[in-house]
């Protein structure tokens, strides 16, 4: 099994005691952390195990095997749109 981390840019952060009404820090967020014997098989595992990601507005998740030295060069996009739509049949 291979560890895996899933990431999105969207949504929004504010700093600690903000004022301002609108987010004042881009930023990345960590939606979770699995395990699979590939990138698809942790995805699905993420979204089995955290259906509540089935009620966000996200989509967008950047999949990084924790593993490899040159993360970034070999990221993965996966979207929560077609598992929303088949959790809603």
Do not use: W
Request: hydrophobic share 30%; net charge negative.
């Amino acid at each position: 099994m291979n560890s895996y981390i899933f990431i999105t840019t969207e949504g929004y952060t504010y700093q600690p005691d903000s004022e301002s009404a609108e987010p004042d820090i881009e930023n990345c967020q960590v939606i979770g952390f699995a395990e699979g014997k590939n990138k698809q098989k942790a995805f699905e595992s993420l979204v089995q195990k955290n259906n509540c990601l089935l009620e966000t507005t996200f989509d967008e998740l950047i999949c990084f095997e924790l593993k490899h030295p040159n993360y970034f060069e070999h990221r993965t996009y996966f979207y929560l749109t077609g598992c929303k739509a088949s959790a809603k049949s």
